[in-house]
């Protein structure tokens, strides 16, 4: 008997391997990057959610070696990484609270691609990812630049309505985003905030 296939190896994965990226993530990317060319050479990005690594791989290759990528997240990040690129691994609330100078301040660009752990509640799941949502709100609202730009993965549920509009106060243009590469079954979605108001 053959064995069965990893229901997870879908064309982008089989994609990201031969890529050598880090994860099929990076596609949604891709695509955010594609349809409004948030990432230039030369900017300052902040990646929250950053494990395993593929955003901060695509990052850094638009931001070139003159830029700098700084990704945040709870889970180590082990591939190799360009010089430009630094890792903090902690609680985000918690290095923005202590003021983590690895953190700073006047990004271009924040990306958030964080995720609560699921419960297979979608309601419980929902409300947590709004929270997720709006903690990386906060931090873009402290450390983006003016005319910077924003992109969070949110879980659509009855939050979902209140963050686009948190977001719409802060930027002179949004944009709701559903990428090709998200698998079928997902409630992700991305909010885009171009252009921050001073």
Request: aromatic share 8%; hydrophobic share 35%.
């Amino acid at each position: 008997m053959k064995p069965s296939k990893n229901k997870w190896q879908d064309h982008y994965a089989r994609r990201a391997q031969k890529e050598n990226y880090a994860a099929r993530s990076v596609y949604k990317l891709e695509e955010i990057q594609k349809k409004h060319r948030l990432i230039k050479s030369g900017d300052r990005v902040l990646d929250l959610g950053c494990a395993p690594g593929s955003w901060l791989q695509f990052a850094a290759a638009r931001t070139g070696d003159r830029g700098r990528v700084v990704g945040v997240d709870l889970k180590p990040v082990t591939i190799q990484l360009p010089g430009h690129v630094q890792v903090v691994t902690g609680d985000i609330d918690a290095l923005f609270a202590a003021q983590d100078p690895a953190l700073g301040s006047g990004f271009s660009v924040v990306i958030s691609d964080m995720a609560p752990s699921t419960t297979g509640n979608k309601h419980a799941d929902a409300v947590r990812s709004f929270v997720l949502c709006e903690t990386a709100l906060a931090v873009a609202d402290k450390v983006l630049g003016p005319g910077g730009h924003f992109v969070c993965k949110i879980f659509q549920g009855e939050d979902f309505k209140t963050f686009c509009d948190n977001v719409k106060k802060r930027f002179n243009r949004t944009h709701i985003f559903k990428p090709q590469s998200s698998r079928k079954g997902s409630k992700e979605i991305f909010v885009i905030g171009l252009q921050k108001k001073p």
